[in-house]
């Protein structure tokens, strides 16, 4: 698992990381099952704070790619693989429509008549 930091990003460091897990879920990189090496060592090696990382794991937690056993382990959740795929995908709507010039509220109307 490779992950890379860009200080000068406009992007949150937390956000960097948690974009680059998801999309080596997507990717087939982390595959279902498999449990990610320990936070403070991750952290260690690209010389970012543990509870940075851990943001991180949070969000993909939340969205349902992640989870976090308190003292035993980051795996990947079983359904990770399929919606790690979505949610970048829906991520990448939404950039485009936000360059497009489309308000949030513009943007969820769209989906909601697409629902």
């Known amino acids: 698992m490779l992950l890379k930091v860009d200080p000068a ?5 937390h ?7 998801r999309a080596s879920i997507a990717g087939g990189d982390l595959v279902a099952g498999e449990k990610l090496p320990p936070a403070r060592e991750i952290a260690g090696s690209l ?3 543990v509870h940075t990382l851990l943001r991180a794991f949070t969000t993909l937690r939340d969205e349902g790619l992640l989870e976090v056993r308190r003292g035993r382990g980051t795996v990947v959740t079983d359904k990770a693989p399929l919606q790690a795929g979505v949610v970048e995908r829906a991520r990448a709507l ?5 360059r497009a010039g489309l308000t949030n509220e513009e943007i969820r109307q769209t989906l909601e008549v697409e629902l």
């Open 94 to 98: 939404v950039a485009e429509a936000r």
């Open 9 to 13: 990003s406009p992007q949150s460091i």
């Open 15 to 21: 956000e960097q990381l948690a974009g680059q897990l």
């Open 47 to 49: 010389g970012v704070n």
